[in-house]
Nanobody, 125 residues
Framework: QVQLVESGGGLVQAGGSLSVSCAAS????????MGWFRQAPGKERELVAA????????DYADSVKGRFTISRDGAKNAGYLQMTSLKPDDTAVYYC??????????????????WGQGTQVTVSS
């Protein structure tokens, strides 16, 4: 059973930067494809970024391209989402997700088997 624990959310002013982390346990980390999703009040959960087993495959929502960077560190069994030039529209609960059944989860949340509890990111204007 994979456990995912997010950390690093918080309050930041528009234009600022923030990083969120996802600590993974319970499975061989190199065989976890990971993704970051977010859900704002009244909106559907959407993919922010995804990364494959090797880290060579990545994908980003159009709204965050050039501002957010997804990465992973096998030595620390952790995934990261670095966010820069934050906007009020980025305000949401950010969730880490993972799957062991495919090398790359992509944009479809149904492809992910495991989810963290979420961390709140709030961007003030």
């Amino acid at each position: 059973q994979v456990q995912l624990v997010e950390s690093g959310g918080g309050l930041v002013q528009a234009g600022g930067s923030l990083s969120v982390s996802c600590a993974a346990s319970g499975h061989t980390f190199r065989n976890l494809a990971m993704g970051w999703f977010r859900q704002a009040p009244g909106k559907e959960r959407e993919l922010v970024a995804a990364i494959g087993w090797s880290g060579g495959s990545t994908d980003y929502a159009d709204s965050v391209k050039g501002r957010f960077t997804i990465s992973r560190d096998g030595a620390k069994n952790a995934g990261y989402l670095q966010m820069t030039s934050l906007k009020p529209d980025d305000t949401a609960v950010y969730y880490c997700a993972a799957t062991t059944s495919r090398f790359y989860g992509g944009r479809n949340s149904a492809n992910y088997d495991y989810w963290g509890q979420g961390t709140q990111v709030t961007v003030s204007s």
